[in-house]
């Protein structure tokens, strides 16, 4: 069955640095997303993607953080200068019908910064 | 603002019972609700999606029920075993780009 792929599973970091959060989404969807998910708390939506351009973007997807669809399969994340409080679970997730159809999830990348 | 809650947080239950999930929401415009599978450490999988002119889908085991007007939804899992094991959540789509609105799922262990 297709999948939602994401690299890497673990990233540990320094406070300040830029990271990049890859996912490659399941090749014929149209939709995709980042959430994100601090220990302990609810999965919060972060930012949707569509047709190379944002569609729509969280209070917490501010200037630090950007998208980007390279090549037409890749999907990454992009968090500029890296704080503490963005240590959390980063979730990539596709979708070929936003509406009508399951939302597809990566098995994350677990944003560690020190 | 939506606001999806679940009740109860925990929950732990011999091998055999049947149980029900709770999910309520603060909005009913949606566009859908989605039930999720979590567990540990992994990612999210999609178990039944209900659409918002639907009132339930079955797939195996599991039935999940929608009362838009009244802004709540029900998981049912027959002859639970230890394998349902996982966290469940409930989302719902409020917005026409997809975006999902999370409650805090409910934990749930069986017990052989």
């Known amino acids: 069955e297709p999948e939602v792929t994401q690299t890497p599973s673990h990233q540990v970091t320094q406070m300040g640095q830029e990271v990049i959060l890859r996912c490659v989404p399941i090749?014929?969807?149209?939709?995709f997303y980042w959430y994100r998910q601090i220990l302990g708390q609810k999965v919060e939506f972060l930012v949707s993607f569509y047709n190379n351009e944002i569609s729509e973007k969280s209070e917490i997807f501010d200037d630090q953080f950007s998208v980007e669809r390279p090549d037409g399969s890749n999907f990454t994340l992009k968090i500029r200068s890296t704080k503490l409080e963005d240590s959390a679970m980063y979730f990539c997730a596709s979708t070929r019908d936003r509406i009508n159809e399951k939302l597809f999830f990566g098995s994350g990348t677990q944003l560690s910064v020190l | 603002k939506q606001e999806v809650t679940q009740i109860p947080a925990a929950l732990s239950v011999p091998e055999g019972e049947n149980l029900v999930l709770n999910c309520s929401f603060t909005?009913?415009?949606?566009?859908?609700l989605q039930w999720f599978r979590q567990d540990p450490g992994k990612g999210l999988t999609s178990l039944l999606l209900i659409q918002s002119s639907q009132r339930e889908q079955t797939s195996g085991r599991l039935n999940a029920s929608l009362d838009k007007s009244s802004g709540r939804s029900t998981l049912y899992i027959a002859a639970s075993q230890p394998g349902d094991s996982a966290t469940y959540l409930c989302?719902?789509?409020?917005?026409?780009?997809?975006?999902?609105?999370f409650g805090q799922g409910t934990t749930l262990q069986v017990k052989p």
């Open positions: 989302a719902v789509s409020s917005g026409n780009t997809g975006k999902l609105i």
């Open positions: 090749s014929n969807h149209l939709y």
């Open positions: 909005d009913s415009a949606i566009y859908n």
